[in-house]
């Protein structure tokens, strides 16, 4: 069974920094894409950013610049560093992986695997 576990995400503010991590259990990580989405109350959620296997990332162009995605083989974890945070960026965000190439996969009905969700918060 694949397991998804999200490190609890924060409150900061307009600005300011904070760093997302999942680890994944039940399959073998190295050779899984990984991505991150998030969710507003009442809307599906969205892409935000993932990494391929071989290392190759997306991200989309509202966190482009801001956010960066990273994968620790050794660890089993793949990380999401969010920069220049805006109240914009409020939100569940969600860890996510699937089977077979992945990183330019951006629907999330794709993505097979989800962690619980952590809420981030933005403060003005």
């Known amino acids: 069974q694949v397991k998804l576990v999200e490190s609890a995400g924060g409150l900061v503010q307009t600005g300011g920094s904070l760093r997302l991590s999942c680890t994944v259990s039940?399959?073998?990580?190295?050779?899984?894409?990984m991505g991150w989405f998030r969710q507003w109350p009442g809307t599906e959620r969205i892409f935000v950013a993932s990494?391929?296997?071989?290392?190759?990332?997306n991200y989309d162009t509202s966190v482009k610049g801001r956010f960066a995605i990273s994968r620790d083989t050794t660890k089993s974890t793949v990380y999401l560093e969010m920069n220049n945070l805006k109240v914009e960026d409020t939100a569940v965000y969600y860890c996510?992986?699937?089977?077979?190439?992945?990183?330019?996969?951006?629907?999330?009905?794709?993505?097979?695997?989800w962690g619980q969700g952590t809420q981030v918060t933005v403060s003005s």
């Open positions: 996510a992986g699937r089977d077979g190439a992945g990183a330019l996969v951006t629907d999330p009905n794709r993505w097979a695997y």
């Open positions: 039940g399959r073998p990580f190295d050779i899984i894409p």
């Open positions: 990494v391929d296997w071989n290392g190759l990332t």
